[in-house]
């Protein structure tokens, strides 16, 4: 049945080239919960994870097979424009990426500029709700019209987060959005999470088992391109159906 | 002779050895701009730094010499191929970096860079023999016959159409100073992360929205550097001009009629110089053309200061 869950693939295989990265991976993925992706280093949850929103699509090497489903339509069907599925599905990258030239209010509001938005107001309150969203409203409201460079590595990681909310995406994909991040900014982005889920999607790749038990609903363990297993956060974790997922999560590999 | 010494005197050498070359360039730096001064003082004396300068009279009979003619000659060319090439260059080096093919990007950019390579009598050969024709009969004597049936207000500013002038020169510059502004604009193109770009396509941009609002602006320092190396090159090209522009200093200028820059009028009037003052005002000229020379870079480093990308200015 089609339409059941906000997002959800149907044998999604990916090529580069004719690397077969990731192998018929079939995942439901529940609105309003947090569905992680984790497995080994080179397992393909990160390249799942940007086919969500087509982001392959910029790499003319990549081949993308079977069904991306969002709101039960393909994003990959041939009259979808890929442009609207990244405004319906938004994303965070590993490193923060702010945009240099720009300032930290031009940053949030990035988003909006392109689909037209010209009323300095309704950016100002869009950039506010997303900064807020982010946990940065408080500290960056004195100087939001500074280069973004200037903040921190997790204050810009949060900024990118308001970025990507700030278009109000339906679904949030974000690729290891802690790993460049010192321990007290990831716990910044963590307890962010927690809030978000009761507006946004998310799906999150992450190398950390424990921020997938700590912040997921869902997870989903990946090797060798392959989904081994998809489950409740709490199943996964303490009682896998499979023998390969016991063995990552107990640390014998990966 | 111990390890030891045998080194550390290689070592001192080889300092002493740098110093001195670098210390040399610079001398014959301060050097050049000494000799042109001392050379020219007797035309800046005579008529003054600033009289040289706005004397809109360079008459080597009667002994005047003004400057003004030449160094409108220079801005006026250099500004119009500048405003010309831009674009086109930006345009190669986006078409390389962003939008070419792999196999063709190689190919492209070496093409474009080939355009430096060739000497600039050649640029004036091939604007002699193919573009000066070409402009007469496809350019100015439609426009001007044009003009002289429909707007004769308009014939003062055109000028004669003889091809040879203002307009052959500017078109051969603006070709001559692409690669220059191309090259360096490619490679800040190039500089730009892939993070950057895929940051601007995971908030729903066209490849288009993509490239105007974060490949340019993070490339931006660089794409400056380029215009400002293509107007040096603009200020100081001398062959292919003096072939091309008509070489007449009367003012007013027109469009398609004969001017002169300094460097045009220094490379025309060197060998024919007959008395002093006439050979210290060509000097002067070029003592003038080394100070604006001086001043675009002055200029461009403090606007490339402030352009700058990351945590300078806070």
């Known amino acids: ?254 | 002779m111990p390890g030891w010494l045998y080194r550390r005197l290689g070592d001192r050498l080889f300092s002493a050895l740098v110093v001195g070359l670098a210390l040399g360039v610079v001398l014959a730096a301060l050097a050049i701009v000494w000799v042109l001064y001392q050379g020219g003082r007797e035309a800046l004396h005579t008529f003054g730094f600033l009289g040289f300068l706005t004397g809109s009279r360079w008459d080597a009979v009667r002994g005047e010499f003004g400057a003004w003619p030449p160094l409108l000659g220079t801005l006026l060319t250099s500004a119009a191929a500048l405003f010309l090439a831009f674009f086109p260059a930006l345009s190669a080096a986006l078409f390389v970096v962003e939008f070419a093919p792999r196999a063709l990007k190689g190919a492209v950019a070496y093409l474009i860079d080939l355009l430096a390579a060739l000497p600039s009598v050649v640029y004036g050969l091939w604007g002699i023999f193919v573009l000066v024709p070409l402009v007469r009969e496809r350019v100015e004597l439609p426009l001007f016959t044009w003009a002289a049936a429909h707007a004769p207000g308009l014939l003062a500013f055109l000028g004669p159409p003889t091809g040879i002038g203002m307009l052959s020169a500017i078109l051969v510059l603006a070709l001559m100073i692409v690669p220059y502004a191309s090259a360096l604009a490619r490679d800040a193109l190039a500089l730009v992360p892939q993070s950057q770009r895929e940051a601007m396509y995971a908030l729903g941009a066209t490849r288009w929205e993509v490239i105007r609002r974060v490949v340019i602006p993070y490339a931006r320092a660089g794409i400056f550097s380029g215009v400002v190396l293509a107007l040096a090159r603009a200020l100081g090209e001398t062959m292919a001009v003096t072939m091309l522009i008509g070489n007449s200093v009367n003012l007013p200028y027109t469009l398609f009629g004969p001017a002169a820059t300094m460097a045009s009028l220094i490379a025309n009037e060197f060998t024919e110089a007959e008395d002093d003052l006439h050979l210290s005002a060509l000097i002067a000229v070029g003592f003038v053309l080394l100070l604006i020379a001086l001043a675009t870079n002055l200029v461009a480093a403090w606007v490339l200061r402030r352009m700058s990308l990351g945590e300078g200015r806070k």
């Not at chain 1, 959800?8 to 018929?24: A, D, F, M, N």
């Not at chain 1, 100087?143 to 700030?166: M, W």
């Not at chain 1, 190398?207 to 989904?227: I, K, P």
């Open chain 1, 1 to 254: 049945m089609e339409g059941r869950y906000r997002m959800e693939t149907q044998r999604l295989s990916v090529y580069y080239g004719k690397h077969h990265g990731v192998r018929g991976v079939s995942l439901p993925v529940h609105d309003r919960k947090i569905t992680a992706l984790i497995g080994p280093s080179g397992c393909g949850k990160t390249t799942f994870l940007r086919a969500l929103n087509r982001m392959h699509d910029l790499n003319p090497i990549v081949r993308v097979e079977g069904r991306v489903l969002l709101d039960g339509e393909d994003v990959y069907a041939p009259e979808v424009d890929p442009v609207v599925v990244r405004r319906r599905v938004g994303m965070v990258f590993q490193r923060p990426t702010p945009f240099p030239t720009m300032s930290i209010f031009e940053n949030v509001v990035a988003g909006l500029r392109l689909v037209g938005v010209r009323d300095r107001k309704r950016l100002m309150e869009a950039a506010e709700r997303a900064l807020r969203m982010a946990a940065l409203w408080d500290e960056v409201k004195d100087r939001l019209h500074q280069p973004a460079v200037g903040l921190s590595g997790g204050q810009q990681q949060r900024l990118s987060i308001a970025r990507a909310l700030a278009v109000e995406p339906e679904v949030l994909l974000m690729d290891e959005p802690t790993s460049a991040l010192d321990p007290i900014s990831t716990q910044a982005i963590e307890d962010l999470l927690a809030t978000l889920k009761d507006e946004v999607t998310i799906v999150i790749v992450t190398h950390n088992m424990q921020q997938a038990a700590r912040v997921s609903d869902y997870t989903a363990f990946f090797l060798d391109g392959e989904l081994v297993e998809f489950d409740r956060t709490e199943k996964i974790f303490t009682n896998p159906k499979d023998p390969r997922t016991e063995a990552y999560i107990t640390g014998r590999f990966g």
